[in-house]
């Protein structure tokens, strides 16, 4: 079992900057890749950002060149660093662990971008 809990997310206006963090325990040596999800209201959720533990990043095409992605093994934690937010980022925001045996899935932190 791994347990993952997000923070970091707010109200910020078009422009700003937010970090996410999602802090994993539980059986955290079976982790693999974590990854950002998020969801708009009325939209399914989609792909952000994806980190291997051996720092091998990935991006959604929507978000390269504004979010990074980053990991701290000893810590068990991934962030999120959100750079030149736009209003079309507002979504809640999931955190994702990779195991051997499936997924666990964080319970989401709000993100609001006002323009």
């Known amino acids: 079992q791994v347990q993952l809990v997000e923070s970091g997310g707010g109200l910020v206006q078009a422009g700003g900057s937010l970090r996410l963090s999602c802090a994993a325990s539980?059986?955290?040596?079976?982790?693999?890749?974590m990854a950002w999800y998020r969801q708009a209201r009325g939209k399914q959720r989609e792909s952000v950002a994806s980190i291997t533990r051996s720092g091998s990043t990935n991006y959604a095409e929507s978000v390269k060149g504004r979010f990074t992605i980053s990991r701290d093994n000893a810590k068990n934690t991934v962030y999120l660093q959100m750079d030149n937010l736009k209003p079309e980022d507002t979504a809640v925001y999931y955190c994702?662990?990779?195991?051997?045996?499936?997924?666990?899935w964080g319970r989401g932190t709000q993100v609001t971008v006002s323009s």
């Open positions: 539980g059986s955290i040596f079976s982790i693999n890749t």
């Open positions: 994702r662990a990779n195991v051997v045996t499936g997924m666990y």
